[in-house]
């Protein structure tokens, strides 16, 4: 039976819950799964009750519990509204966020619903659940390591397991590398445009960063060799496939030329690969090319789920002590709940669904942004869930970003990615995100195209 009167209605309701807690599961659900987003306006108490057949009194018992979860607000002769989700939106006075960075997933493929599923089936596992409940370990379990090199393993190369540790996310597993390898006085060398999160990281530990010139292939080996006789460069950072913020993959050719560069300069590499399994193909990697030298690191969160935030760090054997000593250190054990939901994933095949459908959702937008934004620059992979878009003059990355607010979308400048405070970066960034959909993420893309045309309002004096 319709009810044209009421704008969303709930699915069945979990047994054994009291109504008002139900309608709350499910509100919760259809916000997780997309079906409701930040802004949507909830039925009267009275429109619903009237739908459900039952009283005002429990309609108003579960806007109560959504609200005290944070899922929903009351606005005073406005009505009830879907608060932004946690996580996914960092948008500001109803901006659409394509700033920050969360890979779109295809319809019918819901990360919340699966991760409830294996946390109920570890919870049906009385050993599991008192593994991961008690564990004093000082490292990580053997299950999860190999079920986390299992799945960082491509194009022929699977890590040692006993070489895997994971740590509280990708930026963890950077930090980490930079502790424990940078060394005092060496220098780590990246590309000109780079992974912020490199970047907080190196200045937090005060371990400087020297730009090597690239070009649309990624880092110059000639350039790489120079800056290795010009100074004591300790690391070299690399981001071989989708790389951040460009989104562009580097051929094998050069990635085969960069690992000789390194082996041969005597250098350790950081092979930074949060975004590889989006990737339609990817050539081997660093780990592979350069295996004692080369620390690969991969991250599920942006491929499987943010709140799974599990980094798995493939170390050589020469630096694995090193590296395990300053994980201890700074977190002492990634959480092995976590590591356990991990490996579930991997051994269940969900996580290959879930890439998947992560994968083949940011094929179709990364298409639409190619279709919107041609003609300006703009050239990543066909697999990348982010874009990176030339500024014409005069603008500034800054300006742009400012007035792409003021119009309603929020991006990326590119100052954040440059190593060096001294140099700008006319471009910013442009992510495909979950939590948008496909009409709106259509309308914001043609707003910036339409901003690049126009002419940025003058700077103030003084």
Not at 88 to 98: I, M, N, P, Q
Not at 149 to 167: D, I, K, M, N, Y
């Amino acid at each position: 039976m319709s009810h044209p009167e009421v704008s969303w209605l709930p699915g069945e309701p979990a047994p054994g819950r009291p109504a008002y807690r139900a309608l709350a599961d499910a509100l919760a659900r259809d916000i997780a799964a997309g079906r409701l987003r930040a802004g949507d306006r909830l039925p009267t108490q009275r429109a619903l009750a009237r739908a459900l057949g039952v009283t005002v009194g429990t309609i108003a018992r579960a806007y109560t519990e959504a609200e005290s979860r944070g899922l929903i607000s009351s606005e005073v002769g406005r009505g009830t509204f879907v608060r932004t989700g946690f996580g996914l939106a960092g948008a500001e006075h109803g901006a659409v966020d394509l700033a920050s960075l969360h890979p779109p997933v295809s319809p019918g493929v819901e990360p919340a619903a699966l991760l409830g599923a294996a946390l109920a089936g570890l919870a049906d596992d009385p050993v599991a659940l008192l593994a991961v409940a008690t564990t004093e370990r000082s490292h990580d379990s053997p299950a999860h390591t190999e079920a986390a090199a299992a799945w960082v393993s491509h194009a022929g190369w699977q890590p040692e397991p006993g070489r895997v540790l994971l740590t509280s996310g990708a930026q963890h597993a950077l930090t980490v590398t930079l502790l424990a390898l940078a060394g005092a006085g060496g220098t780590v060398a990246t590309t000109p445009l780079t992974n912020p999160g490199l970047i907080a990281a190196a200045r937090r530990l005060s371990v400087p960063l020297v730009a090597v010139e690239s070009d649309g292939h990624g880092m110059l080996p000639d350039a790489l060799a120079r800056a290795c006789t010009a100074g004591p460069v300790a690391l070299v950072h690399l981001q071989p496939t989708l790389a951040n913020p460009t989104g562009r993959t580097m051929p094998a050719d050069r990635r085969e030329a960069l690992a000789a560069v390194c082996e041969r300069a005597g250098v350790w590499v950081l092979e930074d690969d949060p975004l590889g399994p989006l990737a339609d193909t990817r050539p081997a990697p660093l780990a592979a090319l350069l295996p004692g030298r080369t620390c690969h690191v991969a991250s599920t969160a942006k491929v499987l789920t943010p709140g799974l935030r599990i980094g798995v760090l493939a170390a050589p054997r020469e630096a694995h002590a090193e590296l395990a000593s300053a994980v201890r250190a700074t977190t002492w054990l990634a959480p092995p709940l976590l590591g356990d939901i991990l490996a579930r994933w991997v051994r269940s095949g969900t996580a290959g669904v879930l890439t998947a459908a992560r994968a083949e959702a940011t094929r179709r937008r990364n298409t639409l942004a190619r279709e919107l934004l041609g003609g300006l620059g703009v050239d990543p992979d066909p697999s990348a869930p982010h874009l990176w878009l030339p500024l014409p003059e005069p603008w500034s990355a800054g300006q742009f970003a400012a007035a792409a607010r003021e119009a309603g979308v929020l991006v990326s400048p590119g100052d954040e990615y440059t190593p060096s405070r001294t140099r700008s970066a006319f471009g910013v960034r442009v992510a495909l995100n979950a939590g948008v959909d496909d009409e709106t993420l259509r309308a914001s893309l043609t707003t910036l195209r339409r901003l690049t045309t126009t002419t940025p309002p003058p700077e103030p004096l003084g």
